[in-house]
């Protein structure tokens, strides 16, 4: 007696080619991957309220401006703020602005300070200028090195103010 060879059928649905799974894995992982860059991009965190190379002081604010990291021209820049005597100033009103003529202008030395990973540099500086409607911007050239970093500085008296370091 002879037992019939044992027929080959193929049991449930026919098989998928492999190039299908190699594109809904190629798919799954373009889907994780932007996901993590939506992610990344949510957890950033905000714009500074100042303006980079900007540093508020007790009455106005110092701003340094310039191509950090290479040699150009730089702007040190001082908006002072005020209040008349014994109240407050509205928002945004600066010295002068209360028709005294210039009883609140002050005289200050602008300039800016280097720095590297060995050394901080003495400040150098653009000039001195008594502030007008309770601002003054004085600018230099300034040679930079690449690894450099660079803060404006501002003298006033005896008083010495410097804005955060700005490094390319």
């Known amino acids: 007696m ?3 060879a044992p027929r080959r059928t193929l ?25 993590l860059v939506a992610a990344t ?5 905000p714009a500074p309220d ?4 900007c540093g508020d002081l007790v009455r106005g604010q110092l701003c340094l401006s310039g191509p950090v990291g290479s040699d150009g021209t730089y702007t040190a820049a001082y908006r002072r703020h005020t209040a008349g005597r014994g109240r407050a100033a509205p928002a945004g009103a600066l010295a002068g602005d209360d028709g005294r003529d ?6 200050v ?18 000039g001195t ?19 450099e970093c660079i803060r404006g500085v501002m003298e006033h008296g005896e008083a010495f ?4 370091w700005s490094c390319s």
């Not at 100042?50 to 190379?53: D, I, L, R, V």
């Not at 210039?102 to 005289?107: H, S």
């Not at 103010?161 to 955060?164: E, G, H, I, L």
Request: some cysteine.
């Open 2 to 4: 002879s037992v019939p």
């Open 11 to 35: 049991s449930g649905p026919p098989a998928r080619r492999p190039d299908a799974r190699r594109r809904a894995r190629r798919a799954v992982v373009a889907a994780a991957a932007l996901c």
């Open 41 to 45: 991009a949510a957890a950033a965190p």
């Open 50 to 53: 100042a303006p980079t190379g």
């Open 102 to 107: 210039g009883a609140d202008e002050i005289t």
């Open 109 to 126: 030395r602008l300039g800016y300070q280097r720095k590297n990973t060995r050394i901080t540099a003495f400040p150098g500086w653009f």
């Open 129 to 147: 200028r008594r502030t007008q409607g309770g601002a003054v911007v004085l600018s230099g050239r300034v040679e930079m090195l690449a690894d």
């Open 161 to 164: 103010y410097v804005t955060k």
